[in-house]
């Protein structure tokens, strides 16, 4: 089965790059040391540390893999192709709340750069889906779990 296509800013690529490098030389070698020091503790099969030492380094391993895998499959948003009369992968655009006046500045990026909290949606979000493909003056509604909410597309910016 091919894998998905992981769409990704240069800042994104960025990041998880740099993610991945501090988990690979940094987090693998405070694990080793945990778990070496829990087993000087004794007995294993009764030992906290050891144990709670091992979930970590599963997780540390676990999430080497996920970065590796999407790095693998990264497609890097080129920022001569993005379109800044409309909205699209990589562009930054606000919204107008069509009910209250308020107005909401986000990037839309790929799911795997995702972060609500700095601003930053996914394509494959509702709001995401509702304005991709949209240029400025465009009114998209948005199912959300309040209802249905209005917002009108008012500047897009690279």
């Known amino acids: 089965m ?13 990041r998880l790059e740099k993610e991945l490098e501090h988990l690979k ?3 693998r070698r405070e694990v080793a040391a945990r778990i070496k020091q829990a087993l000087e503790f004794g007995d294993i099969s009764e030992n906290s540390e050891y144990e709670d030492a091992k979930n970590e380094q599963a997780f540390v391993e676990g999430r080497v893999l996920q970065l590796e ?6 497609r890097l948003i080129d920022a001569e192709e993005v379109d800044d009369g409309v909205v699209s992968l990589g562009t ?6 069509l009910e209250d006046g308020e107005e909401y500045e986000y990037t839309l990026v790929g799911s795997a750069e995702a972060d609500p909290s700095a601003a930053k949606i996914s394509n494959e979000s509702p709001v995401g889906k509702a304005v991709l ?16 909410m209005r917002y009108q597309i008012v500047r897009i910016a690279r």
């Open 2 to 14: 091919a894998e998905k296509e992981v769409v990704l800013t240069p800042e994104g690529l960025a």
């Open 25 to 27: 030389t940094v987090r």
């Open 69 to 74: 895998k999407l790095l693998r499959n990264a």
């Open 92 to 97: 930054k655009f606000t919204l107008k709340d």
């Open 133 to 148: 493909g949209k240029s400025v003056g465009s009114v998209v509604e948005v199912n959300a779990p309040g209802g249905l």
